[in-house]
């Protein structure tokens, strides 16, 4: 029995070892200020927010801590990751139609309201990007406004 516990830890190891090998690509494009959504209209107390809370997951430029090198972590992150940019990529912001961008504020403020953004899962480990009352409340704030000058930019 001793012996069979032995080989399957060993094999445990060795497995270990061997998936450190198969990374996944890391989310460092490029940031030009032509596709970034902080060069609009945002106030400084918003993008505070947007960058604490939002942007590793939902832009083309992630912040990697230590832990992110190690698999499986790595790819559960780089999964994370690639659907947060699937759903909003805050760094493609501008080439988006404005009526795709009114919808996907409308989707911002609707899971920032019912508590969905940012993921429990991220702000288990990054504390800071909780977002407080206030911080909702002004980002909720932002986006209704961004969405008035946007409607009225589609009707000229």
Same mark, same amino acid.
């Given at each position: ?14 497995? /270990? &070892?061997? &998936? ?8 460092? %494009?490029?940031?030009?200020?032509? !596709? ?31 832990? !992110?090198?190690? $698999? ?7 999964? !994370?990751?690639?659907? %947060?940019? !699937?759903?909003?990529?805050? @760094?493609?912001?501008?080439? &988006? @139609?404005?009526?795709?961008? /009114? %919808? ?10 019912? %508590? ?12 800071? $990007? ?14 209704? @406004? ?11």
């Amino acid at each position: 029995m001793k012996k069979i516990i032995r080989i399957l830890f060993l094999v445990l190891v060795v497995g /270990i &070892i061997v &998936i450190q090998f198969f990374q996944p690509e890391k989310n460092l %494009g490029k940031m030009t200020t032509d !596709h970034m959504f902080l060069q609009t209209k945002v106030p400084e107390s918003v993008q505070l927010t947007l960058k604490k809370a939002c942007l590793d997951c939902h832009s083309n430029q992630t912040h990697y801590q230590w832990y !992110h090198k190690f $698999a499986p972590v790595s790819w559960f992150i780089s999964n !994370h990751i690639q659907e %947060g940019k !699937h759903e909003l990529n805050l @760094s493609e912001w501008r080439p &988006i @139609s404005t009526m795709d961008k /009114i %919808g996907k504020l409308e989707d911002m403020k609707k899971e920032v309201q019912e %508590g969905k953004m940012p993921l429990k899962s991220y702000t288990l480990i990054h504390a800071d $990007a909780r977002l407080s009352e206030v911080e909702k409340q002004s980002l909720i704030q932002w986006i209704e @406004s961004y969405q008035e000058d946007l409607v009225l930019e589609a009707t000229e």
